[in-house]
C-alpha cells in the first residue's frame, strides 16, 4: 500500500501524492537450487572429479572444519591433537562444492578452514581412546564392587560412637 506524505506549506498542509516504488520482476522458471538456505551444503567436499565425499571423508584422510577465530579450538588446537591435522591447501584433490580455488588457496568457507587428519592414524588412536577408557571404567567398577560392604554400616556407627566417647573422656569438647 502506498503511503502519502504530507509537507507543510505556508497555507497549509499538503498531501503529495504517494510514491511509486517498482518492483523487479521475478522470474518463477528459474533454478535457485544453489541457494537452498540450508547451510549444510555450502560445506559439501567434493574431490577432483567432482564427485561428493562421504561425511567421514575419503580412504586417505578425515576431514573437520575448524573455526580460525576461535583461539582454544581453532586450527592451532587441532595441529597440536594426536595425530595432528592440517590445514588443506587446493591442489586439486579436495574442494568444497560450488566454490573455486586458486592452486595453493587455503580451502575455507566463511570463517571455517578445512583441516585433514591421516584416517588410518586417527582410527587407530581413536581404538586406542576406546580401549583405554574400557579399561579405565572396568578398574573403576570393580573398586566400586570390592568397597561396597552394607555389613560393615554397624562398625562404622560403633566406631563413631567409641570415637567420641574417647574424646569427651580426654576432656575434649567440640565448640568449647
Do not use: C
Not at 578425515?62 to 591442489?91: C, L, S, T
Amino acid at each position: 500500500m502506498a503511503t502519502r506524505t504530507i509537507r507543510r506549506a505556508k497555507s497549509g498542509a499538503t498531501a503529495l501524492p504517494p510514491t511509486r516504488k517498482t518492483i523487479p520482476h521475478v522470474d518463477l522458471d528459474e533454478d535457485f537450487s544453489d541457494v537452498s538456505g540450508d547451510p549444510g551444503t555450502e560445506f559439501t567436499l567434493v574431490d577432483g572429479d567432482g564427485n561428493t565425499l562421504p561425511p567421514a571423508g575419503d580412504g586417505v584422510y578425515r576431514y573437520m572444519f575448524a573455526d580460525k577465530n576461535d583461539a582454544q579450538f581453532g586450527p592451532a588446537y587441532w595441529k597440536r591433537a594426536i595425530p595432528p591435522y592440517e590445514i588443506v591447501h587446493f591442489d586439486g584433490s579436495v574442494s568444497i562444492k560450488g566454490m573455486t580455488f586458486a592452486q595453493d588457496d587455503v580451502v575455507e568457507s566463511r570463517d571455517l578452514v578445512l583441516m585433514r587428519a591421516n584416517r588410518g592414524l586417527k582410527e587407530k588412536r581413536e581404538r586406542y581412546e576406546r580401549n583405554k577408557t574400557a579399561i579405565e571404567n572396568r578398574r573403576l567398577r570393580r573398586e566400586a564392587d570390592a568397597t561396597l560392604d552394607l555389613s560393615s554400616e554397624d562398625a562404622d556407627v560403633r566406631a563413631e560412637e567409641a570415637a567420641r566417647a574417647r574424646a569427651s573422656m580426654t576432656g575434649f569438647q567440640k565448640g568449647v
